[in-house]
């Protein structure tokens, strides 16, 4: 199965409107126009509009890093599915570990959030991962299991391969700790064999799961390489245009 490699940038809550909007530039420009590599980025939300703009007519997709799973009405704060692809919006990043950890996101928020976003025809990026305690006590495939299984619960087959998975080991966030290419590895193999166990063979087959974890330019094509590693969700080294478009070129 020819899965396309895709790379995306999650700036989390670190741009402003001049430094998106440069970066978004430099990231558009190196891209071109058809890149072999789906390549996005995820500014904060409050930009989503004007990196919208800068991107305009490139190969570059836009994406949110969040949403929340209702019809408009009365969510003070929030965001929907609907007025992320208003905004020209194609990804959501859902359950980040850092949402999970700091405001208390459950598998079944992810999941509601899931249908939401294929609602919207918007492309998911579901995030999972152990925490370093978790994978000291050899608990590793249980967490991910737990948390594909609870965020994936009522996703309907057939929409299946259009979800991207991103395997995010949680002592590799931000930390400079990569996941060595084995570790990876061996994780995605088990979330393949686990989608082919929800869905089926043929559906776990088409299914992109991405790497995240400190995913620099000089570990990338050793990640990118492993054969069930099909992209990266990149944090700190999406910041730096020269940084985030090495990584993309790793996977090209
Ligand atoms: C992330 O935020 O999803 C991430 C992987 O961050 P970093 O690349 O900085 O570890």
Not at 10 to 30: C, D, F, H, P, Y
Not at 35 to 43: F, G, L, R
Not at 104 to 113: L, R, W
Not at 223 to 251: C, E, K, R
Request: charged share 20%; proline share 4%; aromatic share 4%.
């Amino acid at each position: 199965m020819n899965r396309r490699t895709i790379i995306a940038g999650n700036w989390k809550m670190n741009t402003r409107a001049q430094s998106g909007v440069e970066l978004a530039k430099g990231v558009a420009a190196a891209v071109g126009q058809h890149p072999s590599v789906e390549v996005a980025v995820c500014p904060p939300s409050v930009y989503l509009g004007c990196i919208a703009d800068v991107l305009a007519g490139s190969a570059v997709g836009l994406g949110a890093q969040n949403l929340y799973p209702a019809e408009d009405g009365a969510y003070t704060g929030e965001t929907n599915a609907a007025m992320l692809t208003d905004i020209g919006c194609r990804y959501v990043i859902l359950g980040h570990s850092e949402r999970r950890a700091i405001l208390g996101e459950t598998d079944a928020q992810v999941s509601e959030k899931l249908a939401a976003t294929l609602a919207g025809n918007l492309v998911p990026i579901v995030c999972v991962g152990e925490t370093l305690e978790d994978r000291e006590a050899g608990k590793t495939e249980a967490v991910v299991e737990s948390q594909l299984r609870g965020s994936l619960e009522g996703l309907d087959e057939a929409r299946a391969p259009g979800v991207v998975i991103a395997y995010e080991p949680v002592w590799a966030i931000g930390t400079g700790k990569t996941a060595s290419p084995e570790q990876a590895e061996e994780v995605h193999a088990f979330i393949r064999k686990l989608l082919a166990d929800i869905f089926s063979e043929d559906v776990a087959s088409q299914m992109r799961i991405q790497y995240g974890g400190s995913v620099k330019p000089g570990n990338a094509k050793e990640l990118l390489g492993q054969p069930n590693i099909d992209g990266a969700l990149v944090g700190g080294a999406s910041l730096a245009v020269d940084d985030f478009v090495a990584i993309i070129n790793a996977g090209a």
